[in-house]
């Protein structure tokens, strides 16, 4: 049983409601969850960032074992991490957003995941999903470099 916080329900609920409303109004998440943490006494922003990634998880907006899962079940979930989300943003739900466009005229995104797989000799046993993981990863690399966002 996990010990109780010796912060109260609604200090954490209103903490993670300002994170969200703050978020983009400071250059990375860092620096918006310091923010509140120093306003709300909390004592690390840590703390706070564990908060608001639960209230994602809870919320279906992240997945909760991501990449290990993922390569557990590859042919069933996309890697949805730091490189991802610099790309894509905070999508509402990822999962069903990702689901809905590779079903999109009549499974077109999905088709051409399987070209791109061929034009590149990747073996047949890897999957769509996995095709869209390398593709998020190689924009990134190549247009993100000179940022300084976390997944470089």
């Known amino acids: 049983m996990a010990r109780p916080s010796r912060y109260p329900l609604e200090l954490r609920r209103r903490a993670v409601r300002m994170v ?14 310091q923010a509140v943490a120093e306003k709300l006494d909390i004592g690390s ?3 706070l960032r564990n908060w608001v990634k639960q209230h994602e998880i809870d919320g279906g907006q992240r997945p909760a074992a991501g990449k290990l899962l993922a390569r557990k079940r590859p042919r069933l979930l996309p890697v949805y991490d730091q490189a991802v989300r610099c790309i894509l943003g905070r999508p509402k739900s990822f999962w069903l ?11 077109a995104p999905h088709r051409e995941l399987m070209v791109l797989r061929q ?27 000179q940022r300084s966002c976390i997944g470089t």
């Open 20 to 33: 969200a409303e703050v978020r983009d109004d400071y250059p990375n998440e860092a620096a918006a969850l």
């Open 97 to 107: 957003d990702l689901r809905g466009a590779l079903r999109a005229d009549n499974h």
């Open 45 to 47: 922003r840590e703390t």
């Open 119 to 145: 034009a590149a000799d990747i073996p047949a046993s890897v999957s769509a999903l996995r095709v869209c993981d390398v593709v998020p990863w190689m924009h990134h690399r190549t247009d993100h470099q």
